[in-house]
């Protein structure tokens, strides 16, 4: 599991269903701020499904890697939870 | 004559509203059938559900002020919010249910504004409703995007020197924004302070009154 202060990286996947990983995000590379939970997985309570218990992680990103030369100010941030299965080591490739 | 409409303009010049008497959509119908329903097969009763209305609207941004204004004044229950926002709010009489709430706090170097682009996701314990532009697309699109741009359309500009860092809450957290106490408010009552604190301030696009406000 990653730890506080780990690099990650957004799964860069398209399925289909009820995601609660912003498309934004995908791809995209961040810092684990603070890591909650468990929770139930929303992608298998939306269908009705008990929702097997999973990490739920704050990434913080900068706005250079989520926006690219379109970001107002590189080095604001955006902060959101990403379930853990969608977090990938940063070194991956 | 008050009632002849005939330029169809109000005494204060603003157009008449159309009247809402088309006929319900899909959805419309679909609520009512299944709250007929429920009431009907005694899973609950309208009195419940005109309770629950009454509940969630006498939910205002005061419950929130008086969170932060607390915040300002009392350091071990700063500490608490900053350690558990859920238990620490509910303590003060505020429970927030099945959800969590962190609170995020601004200082000099950093600014924290809230959004949710996946819905609409809010302290609703705290803040009450949501106002329609939360849950505007262009708030939820612009925000994470030109957050800078979206605030200065609030009224709020921030130095290049203050980070903005926007909270998308795209999951089980509801976020807070505990706003920077306002200079000049030394030996405030946490009354008074609380009268500073908006509903904007609390969401990020906004800052707290000025104490002159009060003068």
């Keep these: 599991m990653p730890r506080m202060g780990s690099r990650v990286r957004v799964r860069n996947d398209m399925p289909p269903g009820h995601i609660r990983t912003p498309a934004y995000l995908r791809g995209k590379c961040g810092v684990i701020e603070r890591t909650l939970g468990p929770f139930a997985n929303p992608e298998e309570l939306a269908y009705r499904h008990s929702g097997a218990p999973l990490a739920l992680h704050r990434v913080r990103f900068t706005m250079a890697e989520v926006w690219g030369a379109a970001a107002e100010i590189p080095t604001d941030t955006i902060e959101a939870e990403i379930y853990a299965h969608w977090l990938e080591p940063a070194d991956a490739a | 004559m008050p009632h002849d409409h005939h330029n169809h303009l109000s005494p204060s010049g603003h157009p008449f509203r159309a009247d809402n008497d088309h006929p319900l959509s899909y959805w419309q119908t679909m609520e009512i059938a299944v709250r007929e329903l429920l009431i009907e097969k005694g899973v609950t009763t309208a009195a419940e559900i005109a309770r629950q209305i009454d509940a969630m609207d006498n939910r205002t941004p005061a419950n929130g002020a008086a969170v932060v204004a607390r915040a300002w004044t009392d350091p071990d229950f700063r500490a608490a919010l900053q350690h558990d926002a859920s238990v ?128």
């Design chain 2, 88 to 215: 620490a709010t509910s303590e003060m009489g505020f429970d927030i249910g099945p959800m969590k709430l962190i609170a995020v706090e601004n200082t000099a170097d950093l600014h924290n504004i809230v959004v949710c682009t996946l819905c609409s996701c809010y302290p609703r314990n705290l803040l009450g409703l949501p106002p329609d532009w939360y849950k505007s697309r262009a708030y939820r699109s612009r925000t994470v995007r030109e957050p800078r741009r979206v605030l200065a359309e609030f009224g709020v500009t921030l130095p290049e020197t203050t980070q903005i860092r926007v909270h998308d809450s795209t999951a089980d957290m509801r976020y807070v924004v505990i706003p920077a106490r306002p200079d000049g408010t030394d030996g405030w009552s946490t009354d008074d302070l609380a009268h500073l604190v908006t509903r904007d301030s609390m969401v990020g696009t906004g800052l707290p009154k000025s104490p002159d406000a009060l003068a």
